[in-house]
């Protein structure tokens, strides 16, 4: 009879359950919060990048990341604008100034032409914007080309994208 009930309890115990929750014993881990950051990227005393969000998280040894209304203006080399980006969230690689971009990312060229994303990179040292997934491309005319790929100059005038398909207006 002991034996029934012993075994009647250890059923009973293994059959509870058990929540895991992942975060409930984790210490927040920011060693930095910004709120309201600008942040500046300059070659040889020209701007290149201005950067702008809601927050900015930065821990040691890893990207700095920007959270929240994320506008990131660009210049060319004579320091005019000439587009705008803007994310949700976006990352800030300190060893080469990449910018990486994620969620609702759109750029504005100057001239009219404009990106729309998931996410994107901004190259540095190329002065290059990238995508790897699904693009749409807006020309100032109107048309709309989509694709899975992209790669352009800072102010989308010369551009090339991968996979392409879409309409063009009767008449172009």
Same mark, same amino acid.
């Given at each position: 009879?002991?034996? $029934?009930?012993?075994?009647? %309890?250890?059923?009973?115990?293994?059959?509870?359950?058990?929540?895991?929750?992942?975060?409930?014993?984790?210490?927040?881990?920011?060693?930095?919060?910004?709120?309201?950051?600008?942040?500046?990227?300059?070659?040889?005393?020209?701007?290149?990048?201005?950067?702008?969000?809601?927050?900015?998280?930065?821990? %040691?040894?890893?990207?700095?990341?920007?959270?929240?209304?994320?506008?990131?203006?660009?210049?060319?080399? !004579?320091?005019?604008?000439?587009? $705008?980006?803007?994310?949700?969230?976006?990352?800030?690689?300190?060893?080469?100034?990449?910018?990486?971009?994620?969620?609702?990312?759109?750029?504005?060229?100057?001239?009219?032409?404009?990106?729309?994303?998931?996410? $994107?990179?901004? !190259?540095?040292?190329?002065?290059?914007?990238?995508?790897?997934?699904?693009?749409?491309?807006?020309?100032?005319?109107? !048309?709309?080309?989509?694709?899975?790929?992209?790669?352009?100059?800072?102010?989308?005038?010369?551009?090339?994208?991968?996979?392409?398909?879409?309409?063009?207006?009767?008449?172009?």
């Amino acid at each position: 009879m002991n034996k $029934i009930i012993i075994y009647c %309890l250890l059923l009973c115990v293994s059959c509870t359950e058990v929540k895991y929750e992942p975060n409930a014993n984790v210490k927040n881990n920011k060693e930095n919060e910004i709120w309201n950051p600008v942040i500046l990227l300059s070659r040889e005393n020209t701007r290149l990048v201005k950067a702008r969000s809601k927050k900015l998280y930065k821990n %040691l040894n890893e990207m700095a990341l920007l959270i929240g209304s994320v506008i990131v203006d660009f210049y060319n080399e !004579d320091g005019d604008h000439i587009s $705008i980006l803007y994310s949700d969230s976006a990352r800030i690689d300190e060893r080469n100034n990449n910018l990486y971009a994620m969620g609702n990312v759109y750029v504005v060229s100057d001239s009219g032409y404009t990106l729309s994303a998931n996410k $994107i990179v901004w !190259d540095n040292r190329y002065e290059m914007i990238m995508a790897d997934d699904s693009v749409m491309f807006t020309h100032s005319e109107g !048309d709309t080309l989509y694709g899975v790929g992209f790669e352009s100059d800072i102010d989308l005038e010369r551009f090339k994208i991968f996979k392409p398909y879409g309409i063009l207006r009767e008449g172009t």
